[in-house]
Nanobody, 126 residues
Framework: QVQLVESGGGSVQTGGSLRLSCAAS????????MGWFRQPPGKEREGVAV????????FYADSMKGRFTISQDNANEMLYLQMNSLKPEDTAMYYC???????????????????WGQGTQVTVSS
């Protein structure tokens, strides 16, 4: 059974850091790729970062490059997102997701994933 559970969200001030974790049971070993998404208040969910477990290659949305780092621990079925230099516009619900098959198109798109977690809230104050 696949289960994705995010943790590590919270409230920080501008310039602060947070490390999000995703316990990804039943899916890490068979994922084509895994990713982090976020949904700011009143906006659509958007892709943040992607990692390919077989190669550890990573891919980021432009606005996150240099500030966010996605990583994995396959042995413990964990996915992480290190977020530095946080800005108020980073305030959102953050989700981890897994794709067990290749959907085509960009892996930063919602439709590229098969499984989703429930999310963890990140709030950045100015």
């Amino acid at each position: 059974q696949v289960q994705l559970v995010e943790s590590g969200g919270g409230s920080v001030q501008t310039g602060g850091s947070l490390r999000l974790s995703c316990a990804a049971s039943g899916v890490t070993s068979r994922s084509y790729y895994m990713g982090w998404f976020r949904q700011p208040p009143g906006k659509e969910r958007e892709g943040v970062a992607v990692i390919y477990p077989s190669s550890t290659s990573t891919f980021y949305a432009d606005s996150m490059k240099g500030r966010f780092t996605i990583s994995q621990d396959n042995a413990n079925e964990m996915l992480y997102l290190q977020m530095n230099s946080l800005k108020p516009e980073d305030t959102a619900m953050y989700y981890c997701a897994a794709a067990v098959r290749y959907h085509g198109g960009s892996p930063l798109k919602n439709e590229a994933y098969d499984y989703w977690g429930q999310g963890t809230q990140v709030t950045v104050s100015s």
